[in-house]
């Protein structure tokens, strides 16, 4: 937590994240706050590469210039220091993903009212969106997890998972985009906003793929060598 308060390529990205965002929403006029709940995610699968660069910054870079085998040295336990990593690079991550989000609702909604039944009447709804939109987001950091575990560098924490979200990306539109989407997270966002999917599907599929990739992650860095 220490670091990523004084990490400024966090807040960078967070920035980035709130900009890019925004300006992708130009296009869509006046929402009011419930219109603005499917715009706005709707944008999030594209901010996804920020994490790719979050995660090579945060952890790769750790790995690279010996820092967790220095914490390891002295005396915190493996998985105490894999945790700790883990959970911070994920909750970082959804705070980039889901603050333009949070922003951009919250100001509509002052500006332009809420839009639908009432705020309160939806806000349970609501919830559970962006609980499940987060386990959906720490599912798709779980690649950059692992890639930074096995290679212990930040090109390949940055290159790895970018190659695999443009991979993603392109069979999400292909001639097979709903059967895959069902399967992956990135698909069942997608299908949430499109209101496709249910969410405990969504949240399903997201958990099983976080727990299995923080699972092997896990394993990969209680058996490498660090030096």
Known sequence: MYKLKHDRSFFV???????LGSFL?????????YESIFA??????ILMLLTSVFGALYIGKD????????TICAGHKRYHVFFSKAIVFI???????????????SINTFIHGWGHSSFWS???????LFFTTA?????????????AFTCKDVG???????????????????????????????????????????????LLVGMIFLAVLCFAASKIFNRSELH
Do not use: W
């Open 13 to 19: 990205l967070l920035g980035l994240s709130i900009v």
């Open 25 to 33: 929403m130009l296009d869509q006029g006046g929402l009011s706050g």
């Open 40 to 45: 706005s995610l709707y944008n999030a699968p």
């Open 63 to 70: 790995l690279a210039d010996h820092t967790l085998y220095q």
């Open 91 to 105: 909750a970082g991550s959804n705070i980039i993903l889901l603050m333009q989000p949070v922003l951009i609702i």
């Open 122 to 128: 939806d806000l349970d709804y609501l919830i559970s």
């Open 135 to 147: 386990v959906l987001n720490a599912a798709m950091c779980g690649v950059s997890l692992i890639v």
């Open 156 to 202: 390949n924490t940055l290159s790895i998972p970018a190659l695999l979200y443009f991979l993603t990306i392109f069979l999400l539109n292909g001639p097979h985009a709903k059967e895959i989407a069902r399967f992956i997270p990135l698909g069942q966002l997608r299908l949430l906003i499109e209101h496709s999917s249910s969410l405990g599907a969504a």
